[in-house]
């Protein structure tokens, strides 16, 4: 699970979110790995709270509480 970690925190077309749950902000990323989409999404102390292959991703990620950031590009130049 490491490579695939890796692969979605270094691609810059990874799509990035803010996920709201109980008041509380988690970034989340989503970027392919072969042929699979994998959603990694981390508390903003830094700290991995999850990783898992998401089968519908657009489906998954229409949920109450995604709000898009922007690519991992786009995010990653303005800070």
Same mark, same amino acid.
């Given at each position: 699970?490491?490579?695939?970690?890796?692969?979605?925190?270094?691609?810059?077309?990874? &799509?990035?979110?803010? +996920?709201? +749950? $109980?008041?509380? #902000?988690?970034?989340?990323?989503?970027?392919?790995?072969?042929?699979?989409?994998?959603?990694?999404?981390?508390? +903003?102390?830094?700290?991995?709270?999850?990783?898992?292959?998401?089968?519908? #991703?657009? &489906?998954?990620?229409?949920? #109450?509480?995604?709000?898009?950031?922007?690519?991992? $590009?786009?995010?990653? $130049?303005?800070?």
């Amino acid at each position: 699970m490491q490579r695939e970690l890796l692969t979605v925190l270094q691609d810059k077309t990874g &799509r990035v979110y803010r +996920y709201w +749950y $109980n008041d509380i #902000p988690y970034v989340t990323v989503v970027a392919a790995v072969d042929t699979r989409q994998w959603l990694v999404m981390f508390a +903003y102390d830094g700290v991995m709270e999850s990783a898992f292959v998401v089968e519908r #991703p657009e &489906r998954y990620l229409s949920k #109450p509480g995604f709000e898009w950031i922007g690519s991992l $590009n786009e995010v990653d $130049n303005e800070l």
